[in-house]
């Protein structure tokens, strides 16, 4: 029987997204139960025949962290999956097809049910901060893979950022990330597919050595996330329909029963949570096995191993979610040293160094201007001193003419208590200065190699990208130009670097 | 919960104007509407399977839905397993069921069944019915059968001395009367016995569908179980920690379960030296009884 996929455009909290309904499918991808033991609950992501990814977990447990390790690879289910992933993932990212219509064919595969497709910024790590290639051949509890984070709450919606793999290890080669690093400087989109799995974490079908490509050469690394709407949730507490059902959730979304058609809905309740696909008992006993690499002296480039490193982690990622929107007064407020505005109202939380922690991680994920100013004004307070480790550690992977200053100030200030952070503040300068002259080197030789000027587009995307969004080359000269003029400003005794913001005077204050 | 790999059930209602969709929740759309009530199997407070119907009961409201809704026995089958699959480890329910030919799903959970021992497939045979129905009341009322039969020769032995008189001269004589008398109310009970069970089969064909359905019987090292064949996923038992004990007859082997539902294994479905074996094994896991 051929597999019927209805699909639906519909825009929520978090961005737009595709409702997409799945019957009569043959369940080539999907997750089933491969549980042995009672009381302990073991899922399986296969394709195919293949067991690709278990989750382990203890039965009713929502708030506890899985184990999660993988058991083969999807190299291996190519056979019938042929090239639809490959395809659909050229087709979406080269602009050649919309996504309804890219994702057709990967629909085609998924087990009957709904699920919402939505693209999104992911971090190809294990959540820790390791690149997430190598990362699951052991198994071991998965920080940030709990379904349902206490930190984040019940009513927030997220994109899930993090990546389990698919394919071995075997298949990373430096040949083939550099062919795909040489496609991403000439302008080209490179992304990936990934299918939800638990918590913030999503296994990438398709796009494995386009992540290491966009990770050694610090893009930003974009993902079709498709998740399968699989929970339901009540209604509001003391709204009239507080005891009742009334909404579908995943963790990008909840879309409540009127916004999805009936027909929809009826495929939502007649599919089961738990599926048979028709290799079972072949998956069942793969799952059982670990995933041999075979290549365990492979390495990843240098490069990986340090972009990784300044990636956000399950708890930052979680303390950013947690937060809706935090505007330059309540900034003020903690900076102020209170964790309550005016009217009374706690900021972020009653504890004062977590408010301030959750405050840098936000900022440093949703808008990376602040976020600079806001480390800047913490580094610069006396009466904050204890927070400065943290601050300068998530300041020191951002390559900014305004952090260079800001460590620029901290080298020659003879305060006590920046001592600690004077290596810190050196290695960045010295960073700093080996990124600029690399930057405005490359900017000049593309445009040479060109030999005319790039579009807008297209030297975009040929910068090096940051962690909180992707730099252009022109963005890098036009901040070594702020940068000397701040220099210049400064000779003169002011602080071009943070007098935009009013929470500085605070600081001054 | 058990049966959770069981596709769910759709099921229009014309009685009531409803389409009810069975599977991880209850799901009730009024045909006049396109948003469903939806209701989690843990808030049920009451579930009866009646000669004509089901019915689910919640907090806010209670849902009848007429046997003659289902198309067929298959989907009468595929409902009850959904359910009292959803339903097993919810604690509260009133259940309300009538004696059924195999045990009910809330006695089953989720096990490992790839190291099964002994599976075979096929539908009940009446004697095999009828001599463990005999077998296991027999095993029930045995005392009170025979104690009866002893009474009645008491009471036949001192009728007869009342009447006679001469006891000295009939002492032997009114021994064997009595005797025979007792073991004939014996003789008798047990027939009358033999009739209920094969009224009770007749009760079980008019009553359970499952009675005419392929049976799956599994006996393994987790558990035991007879599924019907058309909702067998291969991956849910009866443990053995729920079964009190086990009778043999000629024809079955039955394994009594707490809730006092039995499983029935016919041994013809088992080759000849195969039967010794599923016996033995049972035995080393259930008490006789």
Request: proline residues 6%.
């Given at each position: 029987m051929k597999t019927n996929v209805s699909i639906e455009s519909l825009k929520g909290s978090a961005g737009e997204f595709i409702l997409a309904s799945v019957t009569s499918s043959d369940s080539i991808i999907g997750i089933c139960d491969t549980s042995v033991k009672s009381g302990v609950c073991r899922k399986t992501m296969y394709a195919g025949s293949e067991s690709l990814v278990n989750i382990q977990y203890r039965e009713n447990n929502l708030e506890s962290n899985r184990v999660i390790w993988q058991t083969s690879s999807i190299d291996k289910a190519r056979g019938i999956l042929?090239?639809?992933?490959?395809?659909?993932?050229?087709?979406?990212?080269?602009?050649?097809?919309?996504?309804?219509?890219?994702?057709?064919?990967?629909?085609?595969?998924?087990?009957?049910?709904?699920?919402?497709?939505?693209?999104?910024?992911?971090?190809?790590?294990?959540?820790?901060?390791?690149?997430?290639?190598?990362?699951?051949t052991v198994k071991?509890?998965?920080?940030?893979?709990?379904?349902?984070?206490?930190?984040?709450?019940?009513?927030?919606?997220?994109?899930?950022?993090?990546?389990?793999?698919?394919?071995?290890?075997?298949?990373?080669?430096?040949?083939?990330?550099?062919?795909?690093?040489?496609?991403?400087?000439?302008?080209?989109?490179?992304?990936?597919?990934?299918?939800?799995?638990?918590?913030?974490?999503?296994?990438?079908?398709?796009?494995?050595?386009?992540?290491?490509?966009?990770?050694?050469?610090?893009y930003d690394f974009n993902c079709i996330i498709i998740e399968p709407l699989n929970k339901v949730i009540y209604g509001e507490p003391g709204g009239v329909d507080e005891n009742k059902i009334v909404a579908l959730s995943c963790p990008f979304v909840k879309i409540s029963f009127s916004d999805i058609s009936r027909k929809m809905l009826e495929n939502f309740f007649i599919n089961r949570s738990v599926t048979i696909p028709r290799d079972y008992d072949e998956i069942k006993w793969k799952a059982d096995k670990m995933l041999s690499n075979g290549v365990l002296s492979r390495k990843v480039s240098s490069m990986i191993d340090r972009n990784v490193e300044g990636y956000p982690d399950a708890e930052m990622m979680a303390s950013a979610f947690a937060i809706n929107d935090l505007s330059d007064n309540d900034l003020n407020t903690l900076l102020s040293g209170s964790t309550t505005d005016d009217e009374g109202n706690v900021v972020i939380s009653q504890n004062y160094y977590e408010s301030i922690t959750y405050a840098v991680n936000y900022l440093q994920l949703k808008d990376k201007r602040r976020f600079i100013e806001f480390a800047g004004a913490i580094l610069k307070n006396p009466d904050l001193s204890a927070a400065y480790g943290y601050v300068a550690n998530r300041l020191k992977y951002i390559m900014d003419a305004k952090v260079n200053e800001i460590f620029k100030f901290i080298s020659e200030s003879e305060d006590q208590n920046y001592n600690s952070l004077k290596s810190i503040a050196e290695k960045y300068s010295q960073l700093y200065s080996d990124y600029t002259e690399g930057t405005v080197k490359r900017f000049l030789n593309t445009n040479v190699i060109a030999g005319q000027p790039q579009t807008s587009q297209q030297s975009s995307l040929a910068g090096l990208g940051g962690l909180t969004g992707g730099r252009s080359a022109a963005d890098a000269l036009i901040d070594f130009a702020a940068e000397r003029r701040g220099a210049q400003v400064q000779s003169r005794g002011g602080d071009p670097s943070l007098s935009s913001l009013e929470l500085s005077k605070q600081v001054n204050k | 919960m058990a049966f959770e790999a069981l596709s769910g059930l759709m099921l229009p209602v014309s009685q009531?104007?409803?389409?009810?969709?069975?599977?991880?929740?209850?799901?009730?759309?009024?045909?006049?509407?396109?948003?469903?009530?939806?209701?989690?199997?843990k808030s049920v407070i009451g579930y009866a399977e009646t000669s004509d119907s089901f019915e689910v009961d919640f907090e806010r409201e209670k849902y009848m839905i007429p046997k003659n809704a289902f198309i067929d026995n298959m989907q009468i089958i595929h409902f009850r397993t959904i359910v009292e699959g959803m339903l097993s480890g919810v604690k509260g329910v009133q259940i309300r069921i009538r004696d059924r030919i195999i045990p009910p799903k809330f006695n089953y959970s989720n096990a490992d069944l790839s190291t099964s021992v002994f599976t075979a497939t096929g539908i009940y045979a009446e004697k095999e019915i009828n001599t463990g129905s005999v077998s296991h009341i027999y095993s029930k009322l045995k005392f009170p059968i025979w104690l009866i039969a002893a009474l009645t020769a008491v009471g036949s032995f001192l009728a007869m001395w009342g009447i006679g008189r001469d006891l000295d001269k009939n002492y032997i004589f009114y021994l064997v009367i009595a005797f025979f008398i007792g073991l004939g109310t014996g003789i008798v009970i047990y027939l009358i016995m033999c009739i209920f069970a094969r009224y009770r089969y007749s009760g079980f064909l008019k009553r359970d569908v499952s009675t005419v359905e392929n049976i799956v019987f599994i006996v393994a090292p987790d558990g035991f179980g007879a599924i019907e064949q058309c909702i067998y996923c291969g991956k849910e038992l009866i443990p053995w920690s729920f079964a009190k004990y086990y009778y043999e007859t000629k024809h079955s082997i039955s394994i009594v379960c707490r809730d006092k539902s039995v499983c029935c294994i016919p041994k013809h479905l088992f080759q000849k030296n195969e039967q010794n074996d599923l016996a033995e094994y049972i035995a080393a896991r259930v008490a006789q009884d």
């Open positions: 042929g090239t639809k992933l490959v395809k659909s993932c050229e087709n979406y990212f080269s602009g050649a097809a919309p996504l309804t219509k890219a994702i057709l064919p990967v629909l085609e595969l998924l087990s009957d049910g709904l699920y919402v497709i939505h693209v999104g910024k992911v971090y190809p790590t294990d959540g820790a901060g390791n690149f997430f290639w190598d990362s699951y071991h509890e998965i920080m940030g893979s709990a379904p349902y984070n206490p930190l984040i709450g019940a009513g927030k919606c997220f994109s899930p950022p993090f990546l389990v793999p698919t394919q071995s290890f075997s298949g990373y080669t430096e040949v083939a990330v550099g062919a795909a690093a040489e496609k991403l400087v000439s302008g080209k989109k490179l992304g990936g597919i990934a299918l939800h799995l638990t918590g913030m974490f999503s296994a990438l079908l398709e796009g494995h050595i386009n992540a290491a490509a966009c990770i050694a050469n610090n | 009531n104007d409803r389409t009810f969709v069975i599977g991880d929740y209850f799901a009730v759309f009024d045909d006049d509407t396109d948003i469903p009530e939806v209701y989690e199997w």
